[in-house]
């Protein structure tokens, strides 16, 4: 693809090379496309492709042709490394479906490992509290939270945090707004304490919480410690989604996985804090991979661990940027500059590519890389995913994996506040080189210390709910499409699909045309 011909002559009027021959820029010949511009052309399908039997586990790491890959994935997904996207509450709803978050880097190394050890240490049904408040907060108060985060049960605890004193609890059944003041305060009408039914955390198994939940009719347990501090809640509404994440994403101690961004800059401390909190891989985070600052930070890794610790890098649009990282040991590696919802960078920067073609040209180049050495390495799919389409396409392309920010910041768990506007609910999504995150090590091309210009937007998404049946719908639409193109696992569909381009024309014609859509008349 890659043009060199005529790429040198002779010129007086333009900087001259040594040999008084002049280079010119290298034209990639064909234009950078968009996964919108792709279609599947559907392929025999036997009896035995229904979706039931689609597996969609996948690499994540690489490995020798002769062995199995260290870590593997139940679903191809992980969610962005980014501040309105993955913390320790995302992490762990994407580990029950079978996929991985990279928890944001772009905090303090303290707050980062604080947010792996919360994954690890999370027992499954245990829920810390992320809605509190304390006796003096005013019914306004707790409406507000209750917009916010949709949780309409509360811990009250005497300071209003996390793992303070329970006092007592508050649900939508103690408070009737229409006949009290906003005013009023929490302390008048919890349950108190003295009136709940409660466990100790130390001594309690999740299956006698739940049967505690079933006996006495309760929606919520509290687990405290022996200073009435809380520590715990378990959730009625969570006992049939424990036992139905068949997917879910364990280690051998069955503590959930979890992954973690780096940095170039400060890794020899941030490493060792993020192993220490037991992260279980690591991604470098920036915004342009093709980078000796990547490089360094991978040479470090191995001189310090070996090939213990599995670290990903990026974000490349070429074969040149892959065989780069590849050769710098490089365990996974992310495709994408420009694509996602939130940057600007080609309009900034003048620098990216068209996600479908970078994507099709490095898994080109990460093919011929296997067949020369036998090792393969997982490629990931960073940004520009817009419809669940988007992600089969990815998929079909090469992508061993996806890396998805707009898609999870939509949902009850990602760390953003929900708000509504004119009676429709929003989630905040905020990009990590906008001036709201100032990751600026991220953007950093040595020494700045600073974001000079933004290349991110600060903005809204709509909100879409919880992450477990959004991600069900998705997963049963890819396998739908992989059916239709007669693959059961991700490798056959690569090796199956039949991609077409396709006309600005005929993209019309794939949606909705030339009827008028019922709702639109104003009838049911
Ligand atoms: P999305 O899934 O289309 O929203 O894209 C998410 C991806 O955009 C992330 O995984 C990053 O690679 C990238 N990204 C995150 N923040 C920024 C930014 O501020 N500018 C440019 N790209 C960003």
Request: charged content about 25%; glycine content about 8%; overall charge negative.
């Amino acid at each position: 693809m890659r043009q060199d011909d005529g790429a040198e002559f002779i010129s007086a009027s333009l900087g001259r090379t040594q040999k008084g021959r002049v280079s010119l820029a290298h034209y990639y010949t064909e234009p950078s496309h968009t996964f919108a511009e792709y279609l599947l052309v559907p392929g025999y399908s036997s009896t035995e492709c229904f979706p039931a039997n689609v597996s969609l586990r996948t690499p994540l790491v690489k490995f020798h042709r002769d062995e199995e890959p260290a870590l593997t994935m139940n679903i191809p997904m992980t969610s962005a490394i980014m501040q309105a996207v993955s913390n320790d509450t995302m992490a762990i709803a994407l580990a029950k479906q079978g996929g991985i978050s990279f928890i944001y880097g772009s905090q303090s190394i303290e707050a980062e490992a604080a947010m792996v050890s919360r994954v690890k240490n999370y027992k499954s049904g245990f829920v810390s509290s992320d809605s509190n408040i304390s006796p003096d907060t005013t019914l306004g108060g707790v409406l507000e939270l209750l917009a916010k985060t949709g949780h309409s049960t509360m811990a009250v605890t005497e300071d209003g945090s996390a793992n303070g004193k329970l006092v007592g609890i508050v649900t939508s059944r103690d408070y009737r707004v229409s006949r009290m003041s906003l005013d009023t305060k929490v302390a008048t009408f919890m349950t108190p304490f003295e009136k709940l039914i409660w466990a100790d955390a130390d001594e309690t198994t999740l299956t006698q919480a739940n049967d505690l939940i079933w006996e006495r009719k309760l929606n919520m347990l509290p687990l405290i410690d022996k200073n009435q501090r809380l520590r715990y809640m378990v959730f009625r509404k969570d006992y049939t989604d424990n036992k139905e994440n068949e997917l879910e994403l364990t280690d051998s101690n069955k503590s959930y996985i979890v992954g973690a961004g780096i940095n170039t800059r400060d890794y020899s401390e941030r490493v060792p804090a993020l192993l220490a909190a037991g992260v279980d891989v690591l991604c470098i985070d920036s915004s342009e991979g093709f980078s000796e600052w990547q490089r360094l930070t991978i040479q470090h890794i191995r001189e310090e661990y070996g090939d213990t610790v599995k670290v990903g890098a990026g974000n490349i649009v070429d074969g040149e940027g892959f065989r780069f990282l590849a050769n710098a040991g490089a365990d996974f590696i992310k495709v994408g500059i420009g694509g996602g919802s939130i940057c600007i960078t080609r309009e900034t920067k003048g620098i990216g590519r068209g996600q479908a073609t970078a994507l099709i040209d490095v898994c080109a180049e990460r093919d011929k890389y296997f067949k020369e050495t036998g090792i393969y390495i997982p490629i990931c799919s960073d940004g520009g995913i817009v419809y669940d389409y988007h992600m089969t396409l990815a998929l079909a392309m090469g992508a061993d994996f996806l890396m998805l920010g707009r898609y999870f910041s939509r949902f009850d768990e990602s760390p953003t506040d929900r708000v509504m506007v004119n009676g429709t609910y929003y989630k905040e999504y905020w990009g990590e080189g906008s001036n709201r995150a100032r990751n600026w090590q991220r953007y950093d091309l040595g020494g700045s210390k600073k974001l000079s210009f933004e290349e991110g937007v600060d903005s809204y998404v709509p909100y879409a709910g919880a992450l477990k049946d959004n991600v069900e719908t998705t997963l049963s639409k890819i396998r739908s499409t992989m059916c239709n193109c007669g693959a059961l696992t991700l490798p056959e569909f690569r090796e199956k699909a039949k991609l077409t381009l396709v006309s600005s024309t005929s993209i019309v014609e794939g949606g909705a045309h030339d009827v008028i859509l019922r709702d639109k008349l104003g009838r049911d």
